[in-house]
């Protein structure tokens, strides 16, 4: 997953809130090179950069994959655990702040426990089931 940084959106307003917004005549987003577009520059581009990086940032969780992308998850099919790629439907919070994915037809989970980057990842984790469960049945 490509590294994000989230910026509160009211601190960076703060920073930046002398800027005239009536006399930009953007549509949409302020794209990089799109700032020379001004009908009256009253702030450089890079004065405009440099504040957005450095904007303080929130308090925030950054999931582990988005919908759409390909993961490994462990599935019990037919008394047989192993475990299958599919791909991730859905993303929720549990009341607990849980946050469980749902990797569609195949199982839900949490990230490292049920769900994986890698097969690698999910056949580790079954093998470290399998050991300690023969560990607490042997005990």
């Known amino acids: 997953m490509a590294d ?13 809130e002398h800027i005239d917004w009536y006399h930009i005549s953007l ?3 302020l ?4 700032i020379s577009q001004l009908h009256t520059p ?4 890079d004065d405009i950069y440099r504040a957005i990086e450095n904007a303080p940032t929130v308090n925030a969780v950054a999931p582990p994959c988005k919908i759409g992308d390909y993961v490994w998850a462990i599935r019990n099919r037919n008394g047989t655990i192993q475990p ?5 439907s859905e993303m929720y919070f ?6 469980r994915i749902v990797v569609k037809y195949i199982a839900r989970g949490e990230w490292g426990k049920t769900v994986f980057a890698t097969d690698k990842e999910a056949y580790a984790a079954i093998a470290e089931r399998k050991t300690k469960n023969e560990t607490e049945s042997n005990a």
């Not at 794209?31 to 799109?34: L, P, T, V």
């Not at 299958?84 to 991730?88: D, F, I, L, P, W």
């Not at 549990?94 to 946050?99: A, E, G, I, R, V």
């Open 4 to 16: 994000v940084r989230l910026i509160d959106a009211n601190e960076l307003t703060d920073t930046i």
């Open 27 to 29: 549509q949409g987003t």
């Open 31 to 34: 794209a990089k090179g799109a």
């Open 42 to 45: 009253l702030y450089k581009a």
């Open 84 to 88: 299958e790629r599919g791909v991730v």
């Open 94 to 99: 549990t009341s607990d702040m849980q946050l």
